[in-house]
């Protein structure tokens, strides 16, 4: 159950949107989702930075800054994830930059006009993040993820994610190394009550090890139900404003987790089109 405080954000703003907002001929929201990937690739000429900050309780963070280029079209798109986090250790409490992400992706069926569409990325993950604080995996790892989306009907949308990561030679605060693997799945659904203002539903699993010894590994999982908003200012000049908020929930082993997350995405075109 959501808490209290929750349920009376997400209803109040979506009250006064709804009464505020009058944008039926405006750009709509699309490849906006927090902890999900929609399945859109950037339109020929256009950038987008996507800026996104996670607290979780207790105190620990993480901030991300990422930026998504076509190359040069809509098929091919190159991006790359900047992130700096917070994290409470057995050796105390460090922040620092974790691990960068360079990912491609391909548009192999649809786009944001049509009904479905697919996008599998593949990323390259750098060790930049400090192993012996906790900042990072320790070594260089893969990560390959497919990215669906769905037209359910008009103003539905679902998001379906499925993927995995492999991480050669991780390694740990005390200096154990081993090669650790993850898998991750996600669904989620996108109410779009105008085209600049959407109530959206994630739900996320993870199933990820972590390095206990020389070779050595343990597994968690954990899941997360995510309510949240989002809603675009549409400038003139083309360029589109998306803020947004969310609350992950854990459920199952992950019932104590709790995070708030804000989101921040500038989008505008850079080149014009051929």
Known sequence: MLPATV???????????????????QPPIQDNSFLMEEAYNQEEGVVQHINAFQRMRGGEWIASFTQEWPVPRQAHQFSYTIPYRRVDSDFGDRSGLGDIALNYRYQLAGSGDTRFACTPRLSLLLPTGEDEHGLGAGGAGVQLNVATSTVLSKGLVAHTNLGGT???????????????????AG???????????????????????????????????????????RWAHNLSTGLQIVPGIAFPLGLGSSRHERSVLLYLSFEHPMWRPR
């Open 7 to 25: 349920v009376r954000f997400l209803v109040t703003f979506v009250l006064l949107s709804g009464a505020a907002i009058a944008a039926e001929e």
């Open 166 to 184: 492999y991480t050669d030679s991780a390694t740990n605060e005390r200096g154990d190394e081993a090669s650790i693997g993850a898998l991750n």
């Open 187 to 229: 669904q989620s659904f996108i109410w779009e009550m105008t085209p600049v203002f959407n109530v959206m539903l994630e739900t996320v699993w993870l199933r990820e090890e972590t390095v206990v010894g020389p070779d050595r590994t343990e597994h968690e999982n954990s899941f997360f139900v995510s309510p949240g908003i």
